[in-house]
């Protein structure tokens, strides 16, 4: 009898990072929980792909917020080509998705599972203790309940900036969303959207709205 041994690593680029348990990368995706994303996407989501596949297709959403990659065509390039990144996102070779995917995703999603799949990672979080830390530096008096913090970011639009000037004054978009932001040192075209959240002490968002007097209505 002849034995054989096969050496794994020539047959995998990736072989040090898939088996290195110390892995941050890796580590950050396993500790997503699934069933959030999954007790949403099963019930919205009927899209091409296998059982299962809109979670995967979340998965990838994250991945290209974390790598920063600026476009869906970049998200599904990268996918088709690294072993890693198809890893984290329990995808496999055969099934990488086309940038239209992601657009039936989020017609099959809308606002509404997009939202509910924000409330099981905020549920998630608390559950964990982030959202309510004990800081010893804060007054041993103050009462029960969660600390959050106003904070706004100005968010570069996707759609044409180039709007026309009512008779009123106003200006109008090809997306009703964007206006005028006031003049800052940064942006030399001060348009787009305002995003306003708030944020648990510890950075978590918990809610956000495209204008500071939604948000408040919705708190409170």
Not at 35 to 51: E, L
Not at 125 to 149: F, M, S, T, V
Not at 163 to 174: A, M, N, V
Request: glycine share 6%; proline share 6%; net charge positive.
């Amino acid at each position: 009898m002849v034995e054989y041994q096969l050496i794994l690593k020539p047959f995998s680029y990736s072989y040090d990072d898939l088996t290195d348990k110390e892995n941050d990368f890796i580590k950050y995706f396993e500790s997503i929980n699934l069933q959030s994303i999954s007790n949403v996407t099963d019930k919205y989501y009927q899209g091409p792909g296998p059982k299962g596949y809109g979670s995967s297709l979340i998965l990838s959403r994250i991945l290209k917020v974390k790598e920063l990659f600026f476009s869906d065509r970049i998200l599904a390039d990268k996918l088709a080509k690294n072993e890693i990144y198809r890893f984290v996102c329990l995808m496999d070779k055969n099934h990488t998705p086309s940038h239209n995917t992601y657009n039936t995703l989020r017609k099959s999603l809308g606002v509404e599972g997009y939202v509910e799949i924000h409330k099981n990672f905020i549920r998630d979080a608390q559950a964990l203790g982030p959202i309510d830390p004990y800081l010893p530096e804060l007054p041993k008096n103050r009462g029960k309940g969660i600390i959050l913090i106003a904070d706004s970011t100005f968010i570069y639009p996707t759609a044409s900036t180039k709007g026309e000037k009512q008779p009123d004054g106003r200006w109008l978009f090809s997306d009703p969303s964007l206006t005028f932001g006031r003049p800052h040192h940064k942006y030399k075209y001060p348009v787009g959207h305002r995003a306003h959240s708030l944020i648990t002490i510890t950075g978590i968002p918990v809610i956000s709205f495209g204008n500071s007097l939604a948000i408040l209505k919705a708190f409170y």
